[in-house]
């Protein structure tokens, strides 16, 4: 399923690969996010072998807007629910300036913690 708009000139559809890469890039960009995570053991497969870029992010359409599933790993010391919330609105941010869709919700799921500097 696709995002369609129809305008005079014609049809734009938007895939939810091209939604899933740019929450992708948002979540990685956001303060206390140090990687994607895989949703479950056939995912975490599948990107050791592909290293696809919308790892970590589940996108479905909905009547009213489309929901955005995000897995994330977060840094160790950081509060957990400051960093889901900034990761939420920055996701839902980016995805409705680039690509000017309604987003319903943005869940974060974080599926772990990693200490990133051994001095810690």
Known sequence: MTAEE?????KIAISP?????????AALQSYGVVGMA??????GL???ITRDPRHGVDVSFHADGV?????VIIEYGTRISTV???LANTVRF?????????VREVNVHVQGLRISSPDA
């Open 6 to 10: 129809h305008t005079l000139l014609g």
């Open 17 to 25: 690969n091209a939604i899933a890469t740019v929450a992708s890039h």
């Open 38 to 43: 895989a949703k479950n053991v056939v995912d």
């Open 46 to 48: 599948t990107n050791i």
């Open 67 to 71: 929901v955005i599933h995000v897995y």
């Open 84 to 86: 889901a919330s900034s």
């Open 94 to 102: 980016n995805v409705e300036k680039t690509l000017g869709l309604a």
